[in-house]
């Protein structure tokens, strides 16, 4: 079965400094990776996804992520974040063959100073 | 209005009451879900739903039950609510992947109930 692990559960960074999120996952099948993001009080919106074809790949709010298959990585990373990307994020994970489950990591908390 | 509502938002209630939590969805898709957050734990998997006559029990699906009333529809309950059952719950839908361009097997959710059992 996969799983999904999010290695860091607090990342505090700095307004305009550079972040990574880091998700590793486990699979013996190919898997489709996703990040989402939860702002306060609020459902899960998707920020980018990993289907296939190029290994980075670019979401919204200016973050991009890249499926290392070597590694079985998919880190989340944006070059200058902003007081407005403190939220919760999540790595998440589905087979391939059938995206019908999705399974989740335990979360990041990005927290920006200013 | 939201694609996907769930109600009540927030609800708190007492050990051994029944509760129902319930989800409705605009966006015509056939795959339902709940999930349940912990903080520390992230999103874990309820129960499922493919369409009306098919319903799949997730990773924690002990002291739940769920119910498929139409395709717009899927309701989480709690027969018996203890206090371990006390989190943050999302319903979310989806398409198959593949199904049409617009599907990519990722999953649209709600705002969450949040439930605290006393």
Same mark, same amino acid.
């Given at each position: 079965a996969q799983s999904v692990t999010q290695l860091d559960s607090q990342?505090?960074?700095?307004? $305009?400094?550079?972040? $990574?999120?880091?998700?590793?996952?486990?699979?013996?099948?190919?898997?489709?990776?996703?990040?989402?993001? @939860?702002?306060?009080?609020? &459902? /899960?919106? /998707?920020?980018?996804?990993?289907?296939? !074809?190029?290994t /980075?790949?670019? !979401?919204? *709010? &200016?973050?991009? #992520?890249?499926? *290392?298959?070597?590694?079985?990585?998919f880190h989340l990373r944006k070059p200058s974040v902003?007081?407005?990307?403190? #939220? $919760?994020?999540?790595?998440a994970?589905?087979?391939?063959?059938?995206? !019908?489950?999705?399974?989740?990591?335990? !979360?990041?908390?990005? @927290?920006? +100073?200013? | 209005?939201?694609?996907?509502?769930?109600?009540?938002?927030?609800?708190?209630? +007492?050990?051994g009451k029944r509760i129902m939590l319930e989800c409705s969805q605009t966006k015509g898709h056939?795959?339902?879900?709940?999930?349940?957050?912990?903080? &520390? /734990?992230g999103l874990r998997l309820i129960y499922y739903s493919f369409d009306v006559k098919d319903i799949n029990k997730g990773e924690i699906s002990d002291g739940y039950s769920v119910s498929r009333q139409a395709q717009a529809k899927f309701s989480l309950s709690l027969e018996s609510a203890i206090p371990n059952q006390t989190a943050l719950y999302f319903c979310a839908t989806s398409a198959p992947f593949g199904k049409g361009v617009w599907d990519t097997g990722e999953l649209f959710f709600g705002e969450g109930s949040r439930l605290t059992v006393l």
């Open positions: 990342v505090p960074v700095f307004e $305009e400094a550079p972040v $990574e999120l880091r998700c590793n996952y486990s699979s013996s099948v190919s898997v489709y990776l996703f990040w989402y993001v @939860q702002y306060p009080n609020q &459902g /899960l919106q /998707l920020l980018l996804k990993y289907l296939s !074809g190029s /980075l790949v670019k !979401g919204i *709010n &200016g973050f991009e #992520a890249e499926f *290392n298959k070597s590694q079985t990585s902003h007081i407005s990307d403190t #939220a $919760e994020y999540f790595c994970v589905t087979l391939s063959s059938n995206t !019908g489950k999705l399974i989740f990591g335990q !979360g990041t908390t990005l @927290q920006v +100073k200013p | 209005d939201a694609d996907v509502t769930q109600t009540p938002r927030n609800r708190i209630t +007492k050990t056939d795959r339902m879900y709940w999930y349940r957050q912990d903080p &520390g /734990l």
